[in-house]
Structure formats: structure tokens, C-alpha cells
Nanobody, 119 residues
Framework: QVQLVESGGGLVQAGGSLRLSCAAS????????MGWYRQAPGKQRELVAR???????NYADSVKGRFTISRDNAKNTVYLQMNSLKPEDTAVYYC?????????????WGQGTQVTVSS
């Protein structure tokens, strides 16, 4: 099992910044990628940013140039630096850990952290 614990959410004004952290523990061996997803009320959960074990990253078009995902392997922690926040970034943000074992993909999720951006 993998445990993911997020922190760093909160209330911020438009144009402000927040940094989310996700600490992984447990059976983290063979996690090949970690990422951040978000879900706004009435909407589906969507990928925000993802980073692989090798450091490759990809971002949703809506956050490119504003958000940066990074990881500290020594601390088993992934970060999401969010700058120039907009009200439409308001959502619950979830940390995700992805394992691929042979042909099976396993997803692990944190409990979520609320990010609210006021206009």
C-alpha cells in the first residue's frame, strides 16, 4: 500500500501563489509517476500536472506557465508550485501515485486539499 498526504492548500487572492506538498510513504518502490489532479464542484477530476521517476513532466494547458511540479526523491515528496492563481483554479487538489506492475496500472490517492482563489 501507498499512503499520500497532501498539505499546503488554503485561501488566496487572485494573482497569488500557493505551494502544495505530497508526502508518500509505504510501498513506494516501483511508483513510476506522481501527479496532481483537481476536482471543482460539478466537474470531473482532471489532471493538473504529472512527473515521472525520470523527471519528465506534463501539464494541463490551463496551468502551463503558471504551475510547476517538482519532486524531492530523498524526501519522497512531490510539490506543486502554483503562481498567478485564478478563481477558476478553485478546486480540491488530489495527489496521485501511479504504479505499473507488468500490465496492471495501480492508482493511489491522497485525501485532497482545498484550494480557493478569490477574485
Amino acid at each position: 500500500q501507498v499512503q499520500l498526504v497532501e498539505s499546503g492548500g488554503g485561501l488566496v487572492q487572485a494573482g497569488g501563489s500557493l505551494r502544495l506538498s505530497c508526502a508518500a510513504s509505504g510501498s513506494i518502490f516501483s511508483i513510476n509517476a506522481m501527479g496532481w489532479y483537481r476536482q471543482a464542484p460539478g466537474k470531473q477530476r482532471e489532471l493538473v500536472a504529472r512527473i515521472t521517476t525520470y523527471g519528465s513532466t506534463n501539464y494541463a494547458d490551463s496551468v502551463k506557465g503558471r504551475f510547476t511540479i517538482s519532486r524531492d526523491n530523498a524526501k519522497n515528496t512531490v510539490y506543486l508550485q502554483m503562481n498567478s492563481l485564478k478563481p477558476e483554479d478553485t478546486a480540491v487538489y488530489y495527489c496521485n501515485g501511479e504504479k505499473i506492475i507488468v500490465t496492471t496500472k495501480l492508482d493511489y490517492w491522497g485525501q485532497g486539499t482545498q484550494v480557493t482563489v478569490s477574485s
